[in-house]
């Protein structure tokens, strides 16, 4: 919770400093690549599967940890623009509350597509420069991935293998991160990204669920400016 | 050119993104035990069709819900009891009575034809019976319990469990194979035998009271030597005869004295009668509170033994996956939410009673799972939304109509005499019977559980 207010501060923060965005000595229009690891956390609060089911029958989602390319463009000397890339993050689901027994349950690969809109501190030649960022991402749910134990647990006996699908979103993130630059070229990056995230299970029994995933994204990676 | 690099990866990420072969899919289907058979002793919960003969099986009847793959008007209407659908989830073949027949009343009436030749099914597993007790060879359907003169009696086997499992030591040379899933089921049996002997008893000392008192207070005054002894003896002779209540023995008693010549027993009826219903009505609930403590202690004995069954001639014979229910609470029934509140107290005491010494006798073991029935189903009954259940304290099936339904009983339930609207979603099709949704439920909550054990 307390992280959460820091973030929305700090994207204000953002936002303000953006604003502001008096031109100070510009070396606008760079790119810069760096490629690291990103775990994606899932900071799962769950609602109950609808009916017919244990009450408090509810979900869990574990971390992955994927390679990542982080792209940026700098607009000014302080404002940049940010995009990934990177593979599917799998994430294995389990029962929780009434249905923890049942343990994993399934998996479900995502793939977010994220731009952020950054504020650089200092200048473009410091050694240390932090940043925040506020911007959009596309959720995307794929390759949904049922089990013996989901079918047992949801439509057993019927011969009929329970499958989901969990709604894709647009929705928005906040960034808070950090720049080190070694040389002219080369830098070290460090970046903390929270996503407001929720959506709805759909399972093939016509039960849903809604869950709030709120995942958080830490991202290390070592950078070249092109 | 920098702005054609950002623009390419953006690209490059919506590519990534829209990659094929992304839609659901089922996932490994497969249990982590690859079980060969599925082996069931019990009661009418896991019965799959041991009475399944002459008048029941023409009446479309066989199982303790509501009969009848009906699923074509709803598809919860499966006729399948929970061994069933835990035997189709985990590949086995579907469950059949190890041992059919009935030693009922013979009928012309092909519906009402229940004395058929009982036969053993070498190929069947399901040594289930409706009735069953844990070593009590009688239980309810059984013939030795029902009124001499019955006209229809379905006298049920009622073989009971510590039978059931030594006729499959019998038959499969005296063990397990280790490989097959076993499924305990039993109590509720004891608690409607035992519950019922209480009623019959304090009944008994009920109708002794009300004569006592009759003759007390009609005796005094009226001008006869032998006036208690006649009294007394139209009182009786009109508690003996069937259909007598206490009304028509009240007025039998006064209408004794009055030909004595009492002058006043016509007269002061209303007094006698109420005076003489409240004295058996105090004699009824005192022998009930001087015996409620033998019948749950009973139940503790039931709960027990059946631990020692399953420890002793299960496990020890080998097997390694034993399934072994609680008994659900059965206070939360129809046919008891029918009675006093005082006897849904003591029932709710008997299966707690059960289920302890049960439980206890079970300990830890790494083979045995025990499935706590019990508080699921009290729990149903109080939150009966988020299972999905739309009623927890009516029947689905008609059962007190003889002309709909002869068995009073689910075991002859069929679509043709389901009480009128939307059952599907009814957690009981008779008095103490669940529907095939609730039997659906059980299923998952036993799988559930076997999949915490690691089983499945």
Partial sequence: MKIRINVVKLMVAAGALALAGSAAAQSKGQLTVSVGANQLKPDVESGAITAPALPNSIGDVGKDTQPIAVITYGLTDNISVETAVGTPYKHKIFGAGAIAAGGELGSVKALPAIALLQYRFFEPNARFRPYVGLGVTYAMFQKETGSFRMTALTNPGAGVATTFKIDDKWTVSGQIGAQFNVNEKWFLNASYIKTKLRTDVHFSTNQTQHMKLDPDSFILSVGYKF | ?456
């Fill in chain 2, 1 to 456: 050119m920098r702005k054609t690099s950002f623009a390419l990866a953006l690209l490059t990420a919506a590519v990534l993104t829209a990659c094929g072969g992304t839609d659901p899919r089922p996932g490994n289907q497969t249990p982590q035990t690859k079980f060969t058979q599925q082996v069931a002793f019990g009661d009418s919960l896991s019965d799959v069709g041991s009475y399944a003969v002459g008048g029941v099986l023409a009446q479309g009847g066989g199982q303790y819900t509501i009969n009848g793959d009906i699923t074509s008007v709803n598809a919860e209407l499966t006729g399948r009891n929970f061994t069933a659908v835990i035997a189709a989830q985990l590949g086995l073949p579907a469950p059949c009575a190890a041992q059919t027949g009935l030693n009922g009343t013979t009928s012309t009436n092909p519906a009402l034809n229940f004395s058929v030749p009982v036969v053993m099914n070498a190929n069947c597993f399901n040594y289930s019976q409706g009735g069953a007790r844990v070593t009590n060879p009688v239980g309810p359907g059984n013939r030795l319990l029902a009124a001499a003169n019955a006209s229809v009696v379905l006298g049920a086997t009622t073989v009971p469990v510590v039978t059931q499992v030594a006729n499959h030591l019998a038959k499969a040379g005296g063990k397990f194979s280790g490989t097959e899933l076993v499924i305990v089921t039993a109590g509720g049996n004891d608690v409607l035998e035992q519950l019922g002997e209480l009623s019959a008893g304090a009944t008994a000392e009920g109708g002794k009271a009300l004569i006592t008192s009759l003759v007390t207070q009609l005796a005094p005054t009226t001008p006869s030597a032998t006036g208690a002894a006649t009294i007394a003896a139209a009182a009786q002779a009109e508690a003996a005869r069937s259909g007598s209540t206490a009304q028509t023995i009240i007025a039998a008693a006064i209408g004794a004295a009055a030909q004595l010549g009492n002058p006043s027993a016509v007269a002061n009826a209303a007094t006698i009668g109420a005076t003489a219903g409240a004295a058996a009505t105090a004699a009824g609930l005192k022998y009930s509170s001087d015996h409620g403590a033998d019948v749950v202690k009973a139940l503790g004995t039931a709960g027990a033994e059946l631990a020692v069954l399953v420890k002793n001639q299960i496990v020890a014979k080998g097997a390694n996956y034993v399934v072994v229910n609680n008994l659900p609470d059965v206070s939360i029934a129809p046919s008891v939410l029918a009675q006093s509140a005082d006897t849904q107290k003591l029932v709710a005491t008997m299966v707690a009673t059960f289920n302890t010494q049960l439980k206890a006798g079970l300990g830890d073991d790494a083979k045995i799972l025990y499935v706590d029935l019990a508080t699921v189903s009290h729990d149903q009954s109080v939150n009966p939304g988020p299972y999905g259940l739309t009623n927890t304290k009516d029947t689905a099936c008609v059962v007190n109509d003889v002309t709909k339904n002869p068995l009073s009983s689910s075991l002859v339930c069929t679509k043709n005499n389901l009480i009128s609207g939307d059952v599907s979603h009814y957690m009981f099709a008779d008095g103490v019977h669940p529907t095939p949704f609730e039997y659906a439920l059980i299923a998952r909550y036993i799988l559930l559980q076997m999949s915490g054990k690691g089983w499945i």
